[in-house]
């Protein structure tokens, strides 16, 4: 079975301060998904990515996806407490476990 | 136009008795997918439809678990003699497959409590 890792499980920072979540797979992304998912609603699709070493923004969030394509990164500038909630990458049906983002005023 | 509904949004029921969850999917969207999740974790798969090919149920838990879809449509999900352990809100998502790559639409879940 092929697994997609996230790192890190939990993290728990500042308003304002900047992060780096990631999603690992030990075999090639057909291609990407990230989700946002917050408290009591279905994820939400924020970004595909699918070609290796593409890098696409969305406001303050910037996601990489790694020249192999085995391995993407979602960087989150200036965060805010909006930005609270579990972020899933996903390839087709397989979703890593999350990382759940809490952004204190 | 309208996302992916699911119903009832919460259900509680008692342990050993049988449940239907529905899902309405994006009109014109092939694929569609059941997930688990229980509280605190990630996204379980639990079964694929596409078109009209033969469900990849290769998620589900036990053969208390099935799942119907009718055409490209509607679909539900029977959970049949619950267990306390099947206490999870399932997700329904829905997919242009093939057409925008794997990118899901969810809808809001079914919070599922068995007692």
């Known amino acids: 079975t092929q697994l997609l890792e996230q790192s890190p499980q939990f993290l728990s920072i500042q308003e304002g301060e900047n992060l780096t979540v990631y999603c690992n797979s030990s075999s090639v992304f057909s291609s990407l998904q990230w989700y946002r998912q917050e408290p009591g609603e279905g994820p939400v699709l924020l970004v595909t990515v699918v070609t290796g070493g593409e890098v696409k923004k969305l406001k303050r969030l910037t996601f990489q996806f790694g020249d192999a394509r085995k391995d993407s990164s979602l960087h989150i500038t200036a965060a805010q407490p909006g930005d609270t909630g579990l972020y899933l990458c996903g390839d087709d049906m397989r979703f890593g476990a999350g990382t759940r983002l809490t952004v204190k005023p | 136009g309208a996302g992916v509904s699911q119903s009832p949004s919460n259900k509680v029921t008692e342990k050993g008795k049988d449940v239907e969850l529905r899902c309405d999917p994006i009109?014109?969207?092939?694929?569609l997918y059941w997930y688990r999740q229980r509280l605190g974790q990630g996204l379980e798969f639990l079964i694929y439809?596409?078109?009209?090919?033969?469900?990849?149920k290769s998620g589900l838990p036990s053969d208390r678990f099935s799942a119907e879809r009718t055409g490209e449509s509607v679909s539900t999900l029977t959970i049949q003699r619950t267990q306390q352990e099947d206490s999870a809100v399932y997700l329904c998502?829905?997919?242009?497959?093939?057409?925008?790559?794997?990118?899901?639409?969810f809808g809001p879940g079914t919070r599922l409590t068995v007692t």
């Open positions: 009109s014109g969207h092939t694929a």
């Open positions: 439809f596409q078109g009209n090919s033969a469900p990849d």
């Open positions: 998502a829905s997919s242009r497959k093939g057409q925008g790559g794997y990118e899901q639409y």
